[in-house]
């Protein structure tokens, strides 16, 4: 059967579907360049000045140390847990992925608090007699962050890999006397290099469009700047917003580039990985991953319970009351998790069609919409909800349709993370055995009920991991909610981070602590647990 055979046997429903949908994911994206294009203020001629340059520069640079910071820190450590003597490395698998859970403005809050005069850390040395002031801001602040709270997007992927890579060449390097430090730098590193890569670049985009950690760092990143400008000068913001769209794309696009480079050699595992001893380096690689986790999730941790202990204690011993109540709190966390399944189940629903078109069709159709959505993932949550916001201001119909309503702001998370939902949607679609289907048809079902009878009850599992994934991105999902929410519509990632802004600790501390919980649950089920079984 020819490729245009098997394109007319998608149905026409289903193929106007797909490219409705398709439309939908980049219309974001299109809009904001129309914008620059039609302004009247010419937002292009902006490009090329200082205002432009400056946080350009900014977010260059700092994307680029944090994504050199956490392919060393994350490679080193996927190698100690996965292919070495380290002590305690199953303990290690667990807690190392953990820092996922901290939104970065959250720890970005943590370090701030605990850093700087006033905090724990200055309070403990002039306990100790010793008057040392350390303040976070700035660069270094901001990549210190982002470094501690982003490294297991490159030690999760390359952990995997190396538990996965066939021993006989590290083998036959040994047999040849090769020491282990040669046989690790030009015959597992090699290996290991496209999926290092990959996870680097996944870093690099996250930080040019993070704006939690660099707002309350101070820092004028492409982000901040848009945020600050996006209400008094419309111009500059579509103009940030235009170079931070095409620095966006370049790095998607070499993403996918490395993916495709990825897994070209034999993948069979031959017996259980080869596993080195660390010898006298045994107790310095573990005093580094303790360092690591003491940073990355202690300190936070700390910070919190801190901040949290002592809002409930005033409130228990009469003391100054609290600028929110226990109903507030519970209000904001159902608000995070009633949200967030919505977007959910709406990402899921939104790729399902797509992921339908491309495994049981193959059309052209099908593999466009696939990749319209894969590069969604380039577009920062703050121009996300910058287009939509600008859309909705200049839309007469736009603005009495999805003004200050839900459906705007599900809208805006399901263009952020149905990339997310995508990848596990495809497998389950495809794990669907065809000759299930060839016997329903020749039991006389029709095509609703196989679906339902058959296809449904074996993709449940799967839709449910790709719905908990966009829910987890969600619930810690800060610029989106902050400029689409309805009025009145607080999460608990919104509070948190006003409540900072507004010095509000001990409030902070409380949600935080809520925030952190549900979030564990859902990484340790959705993320660790997945990885241990990789």
Known sequence: MTEIQIKRGA?????????????LFSFPGIYLVLRNFTED?????????????TPLWRSVSLAFAVALTTALIGTLLAW???????????????????????????????????????????????????????EMRGFFGAWLVLTLFCYPYVYLPVAARFRQLPRSLEESARVLGKSPATTFTRVVLPQAGPVIAAGTLIVFLYTISDFGAVQL????????????????????????????????????????????????????????????????????????AAFISVFSIGAPMLAI???????????????????IDREQVWESAWNTFSISVL???????????????????????????????????????????????????RTDWAYDLFNNTKALLIFSYVVRFGSLAMGIVLVAVAAVPKRLHDAGRTLGAQKTSRFMRIDLPLMAPGMGAAAGLVILSTMKELPITLLISPLGFSTLATRIFSSFEDAFVAEAGIMALVLVIIS???????????AEHL
């Open 520 to 530: 564990f649950l859902l990484t340790w089920f959705l993320v660790i647990r997945r």
């Open 217 to 288: 760092m101070r820092y004028d990143t492409l982000t901040r700047a848009i945020f600050m400008s996006q209400l008094a000068n419309q111009s500059v913001a579509l103009a940030l917003s235009l170079i931070l769209l095409l620095l966006a794309g370049v790095i998607v696009i070499s993403e996918r580039l490395f993916s495709r480079v990825t897994f070209k050699m034999d993948e069979a595992l031959i017996g259980e990985p080869l596993e080195y001893s660390l010898g006298k380096w045994r107790k310095p690689a573990f005093f580094f």
């Open 305 to 323: 319970g801190d901040w949290a202990s002592d809002g409930i204690f005033r409130s228990t011993v009469g003391g100054r009351p609290l600028t």
């Open 80 to 134: 100690l847990t996965s292919r070495t003597d380290l002590y305690g490395k199953k303990v290690w698998r667990v807690i190392l992925p953990i820092p996922l859970v901290f939104p970065t403005f959250l720890g970005a809050a943590a370090f701030i608090r605990t850093m700087n005069p006033g905090g724990l850390t200055n309070r403990f040395f002039s306990s100790i007699g010793i008057e040392q002031t350390i």
């Open 343 to 393: 977007a959910g189940i709406a990402a899921v629903l939104a790729v399902l069609p797509i992921a339908y078109m491309v495994v049981r069709y193959k059309s052209r159709i099908g593999t466009f919409s696939h990749a319209v959505v894969i590069a969604t993932f380039a577009l920062p949550g703050l121009l996300v909800a910058l287009s939509m916001r600008f859309w909705t201001l």
């Open 41 to 53: 203020a010419d937002p292009l001629s902006l490009i090329g000045t200082k205002r432009i340059l």
């Open 11 to 23: 149905p026409a429903g289903l193929r106007t579907a797909v490219f409705l949908l398709a439309f």
